[in-house]
Nanobody
């Protein structure tokens, strides 16, 4: 299983970015797809995740600014990030979970300049 993430980059505060992550390979049924992030010197934290049934959860720090969505047919998850702040600067990791376990993508860097 491979997770290919894209969409990271440098953006000014107040700007927007859209991350996407596609899972490929021999994948049994995926339950949860989501995004985590890790800022320098901090632990990895959940940003948002979405179940196959559509249930979503967000970190309090991104509620109202970030939106997660997924295309089950394409095994792809998206993260629309609006009103970005400098504290959103981090490496963002895609994650997929199922009854078979969990896979992580390599991460994509998001840098928000103030």
């Amino acid at each position: 299983v491979q997770l290919q993430a894209s969409g990271g980059g440098l953006v000014q505060a107040g700007g927007s970015l859209r991350l996407s992550c596609t899972a490929s390979g021999s994948i049994p049924s995926i339950n949860t797809m989501g995004w985590y992030r890790q800022a320098p010197g901090k632990q990895r934290e959940l940003v948002a995740h979405m179940s196959s049934g559509g249930s979503m959860a967000y970190a309090d720090s991104v509620k109202g600014r970030f939106t997660i969505s997924r295309d089950n047919a394409k095994n792809t998850v998206y993260l629309q990030m609006n009103s970005l702040k400098s504290e959103d600067t981090a490496v963002y990791y895609c994650n997929v979970k199922g009854t078979w376990g969990s896979y992580w993508g390599k991460g994509t860097l998001v840098t928000v300049s103030s």
